[in-house]
């Protein structure tokens, strides 16, 4: 998918959009991703200091076919916002590369910030944290989600460049 958007065009489109399809999303995530502008239809997961449903998805196709050609997806992962757990590191993030995610998007950390600046892959979170999960196997896929107070569907589009993050119930672009 063409990185031919600016999300500030976007909210100035939609700035007056009362049904809850156009949101943004708070301006508490960092970079740490090569890609600094990506954009894609969701996946959603929802998991506490366990990575195990992170890890099997980024193991899978991370793009879908459209009429213009294979449209990287963007994972949204609802970490419940915990400063204690990395939910994504360097083995990760290589994965979502390989299998041609177009993002990740964590409500939690990440590690490994040397190998993950260096990934052609849009990656936000909300800090660093060397510590690993543990591996209970819970976790909830393909849910509506909360990530900082702004509901997040599977399905809806995800937008993010320098000035932020913004989501629409269906492709804007």
């Not at 793009?63 to 916002?81: H, I, T």
């Not at 290589?94 to 590690?111: P, Q």
């Not at 819970?138 to 932020?164: C, K, S």
């Amino acid at each position: 998918m063409s990185a031919s958007f600016f999300t500030c065009d976007l909210c100035d489109s939609h700035k007056n959009d009362a049904s809850g399809d156009f949101r943004v999303l708070a301006p508490v995530f960092r970079d740490y991703g090569a890609v600094r502008k990506f954009c894609g239809p969701v996946v959603t997961i929802k998991c506490f200091e366990d990575n195990s449903l992170v890890k099997a998805t980024l193991d899978t196709r991370g793009f879908e076919g459209s009429p213009a050609g294979p449209v990287g997806k963007v994972l949204v992962v609802d970490g419940g916002g915990s400063l204690r757990r990395a939910l994504l590191g360097g083995n990760l993030g290589a994965a979502a590369v390989r299998n041609g995610w177009a993002g990740v998007v964590i409500d939690g950390c990440v590690r490994d910030v040397m190998e993950l600046a260096t990934l052609e892959v849009g990656i936000r979170a909300l800090a660093s944290m060397p510590m690993p999960t543990e591996k209970r196997n819970q976790g909830q896929m393909e849910v509506a989600v909360q990530i900082q107070g702004v509901w997040v569907r599977p399905g809806d589009w995800l937008y993010a460049d320098a000035d932020g993050m913004v989501l629409g119930a269906r492709c804007l672009t």
